[in-house]
């Protein structure tokens, strides 16, 4: 039974500008925005979330300076700890693929970190090792959740989501005039607008009594997760029982803010054989629908077609930088399926759009054994950026699908399967440094 409740968050001095300290998750910012958030304040999230910045090399120093900061900046009140245990409501009001304007609701809270094998924390990509010892050793060295992972419950019954609503009612931030003195804003890189306010009292305990009995689905976040549970066995073992629970933020499943978007596939560091060869070995499982020369930004429209294919969970755009030609190709074999679910794979996970570009265009066409693809594979959000790379002749391969849906990702997690190594990409992504968690104050 998942175990959520109010803490008293650390946050920034209200006096603080937010939009000069928060940071997005350290796992998408390159070397020049880095750079650029360091210079933004010394304050920023990012000097402590990320200490060791893209291309550098890690060393204990880095680690030992992020939490030397976090100390120095508790002791001047730049950092303030919530005097009342809450729940902190957010609000992101975002513009989607439609230009629509849209708005997630959700809240960070503390849960009591259970083990994968007991099923109250549900994974559903598989990690990498690399991610997990960077984390590991920022927790050793500060003792404190600087950014939430990102959860999904079910609320099939509507009763968080109302409570919620309630809540935000109260702070006018359900379409009224936020209150100045509890609702803080922030803005991201994007235009996007983040809004946090603390809930505390009797409907901060009603929302997290209502999770009790819920399932609750990693959205993004799975390396921080098995990290968090790493160290929290280490502190254990040490009689110490203060890192037994992890910051959260978790968010409905019927949300209708929730969106989420596929990442490509970008393939390097491998010999590539001809396109001629590729798409025979795809034969008879995949139909060429089309294809394009690269030139004059002909396949700029290839990655949106996907949409309007007959299945685009089963359609893929394919880009050979060598021959200068992407073209899409779409599952025209079931049977091609029937044979990955009698390789032990539930239906649900064979139809999902990652596992067929993984195991039948990667694996089948390229060679790349879905079980040994760390390093060779990069994954980029925007179509344009990846065809920008592409064409320029950073990679030897691209592949780019449709997104998988978040039902898809409940069925997968209820099998007890993961699906490849970032299937998902829920945006936006949470912002660091709109509340810190300090472990064991």
């Given amino acids: ?87 902190y409501l957010v609000d992101q009001t975002y513009r989607g693929p439609d230009g629509a304007a849209h708005t997630r609701r959700g809240f960070v809270a503390r849960l009591t970190l259970a083990a994968l094998d007991e099923r109250i924390v549900l994974p559903h990509e598989k990690t990498h090792a690399g991610p997990k010892v960077d984390r590991l050793r920022l927790y050793r060295a500060t003792h404190a959740d600087i950014s939430t992972i990102f959860l999904l419950y079910p609320d099939d019954d509507g009763a968080v989501t109302a409570e919620l609503g309630a809540a935000a009612a109260e702070l006018g931030m359900g379409g009224g005039e936020p209150d100045p ?63 037994d629970t992890l910051m959260v933020y978790l968010c409905s499943m019927r949300d209708p803010g929730l969106m989420v978007f596929p990442a490509h596939r970008m393939v390097k560091g491998i010999e590539m054989p001809p396109m001629a ?52 190709v779409a599952l025209t074999d079931a049977g091609a399926l029937e044979r990955l679910a009698g390789e032990g794979m539930s239906p649900e996970a064979a139809r999902l759009s990652v596992t067929i570009l993984h195991r039948l265009i990667l694996g089948d066409g390229l060679g790349i054994d879905p079980a040994h693809s760390e390093g060779l594979i990069d994954y980029v959000v925007s179509p344009g950026e990846a065809l920008r790379r592409l064409a320029a002749g950073e990679y030897a391969f691209g592949a780019f699908l449709t997104a998988t849906g ?36």
């Fill in 1 to 87: 039974m998942a175990e959520v409740r109010p803490f008293r968050g650390v946050r920034y001095d209200e006096r603080t500008d937010l939009d000069l300290v928060v940071a997005p998750p350290y796992d998408v910012l390159d070397a020049d925005q880095t750079d650029e958030l360091r210079r933004r304040s010394p304050l920023n999230a990012v000097h402590v979330d990320l200490p060791v910045g893209p291309g550098e090399a890690p060393s204990d120093e880095a680690y030992s300076r992020a939490a030397a900061l976090l100390s120095l900046w508790r002791q001047d009140g730049a950092l303030v700890r919530d005097e009342e245990p809450a729940v």
């Fill in 406 to 441: 978040v039902e898809e990702v409940r069925a997968v997690a209820d099998n007890g399967e993961t699906m490849p190594q970032k299937s998902t990409f829920f945006y936006p992504k949470l912002l660091t440094g709109l509340v810190f968690d300090v472990l064991g104050d």
């Fill in 181 to 243: 003195a509890a609702v803080r804003a922030a803005h991201d890189g994007d235009g996007n607008v983040h809004r946090v306010a603390a809930v505390r009292g009797e409907r901060a305990a009603r929302i997290a009594s209502l999770l009790a009995g819920q399932s609750l689905y990693v959205a993004d976040g799975h390396h921080r997760y098995e990290t968090a549970l790493a160290y929290r066995d280490e502190r254990r073992a040490a009689g110490d029982h203060s890192a």
């Fill in 277 to 328: 060869e590729v798409l025979g070995r795809l034969e008879p499982a995949f139909t060429v629908v089309s294809r394009e020369s690269t030139e004059g930004g002909a396949c700029d429209g290839l990655v949106d077609s996907l949409e309007d294919t007959a299945d685009p969970g089963r359609s893929f755009a394919l880009y050979f930088p060598a021959e200068k030609t992407c073209c899409v």
